[in-house]
């Protein structure tokens, strides 16, 4: 099944208020082990698409990743959206109200 996962991953008990540093791991992390998926960065998290096994299997990586790197707790919101009647991508969802908004 095909998805759309919207994740905020929010390192805890860092010691500082930026989180800049983790979350410049995590994009380097997601564009260097990609494979099939979609990753978007955006100023709250990252969008993630692909097939849903594959899709939380990589968010599952990159809580290990940070854990790896000293981060003690970790909270993840995350946002996912399926559909059954077509596969449709985050850039085609922000497409279709940009063209609206055109009109």
């Given amino acids: 099944m095909h998805c759309l996962a919207d994740v905020c ?50 968010i599952g990586e990159l809580h290990q990743l940070l854990h790896d790197n000293g981060v003690v707790r970790i909270q993840s919101d995350i946002r996912v959206g399926t559909r059954t009647d077509k596969v449709q991508k985050a850039a085609d969802k922000v497409r279709v109200v940009e063209e609206k908004l055109n009109r």
């Avoid at 997601?30 to 709250?44: F, I, M, Q």
């Fill in 9 to 58: 991953i929010v390192p805890i008990g860092t010691g500082k208020a930026s989180v800049s540093d983790e979350v410049t791991m995590i994009t380097k992390y997601l564009r260097e082990t990609k494979g099939d998926l979609t990753v978007t960065l955006h100023s709250a998290g990252t969008t993630i698409e692909g097939e849903w096994n594959a899709v939380m299997k990589k």
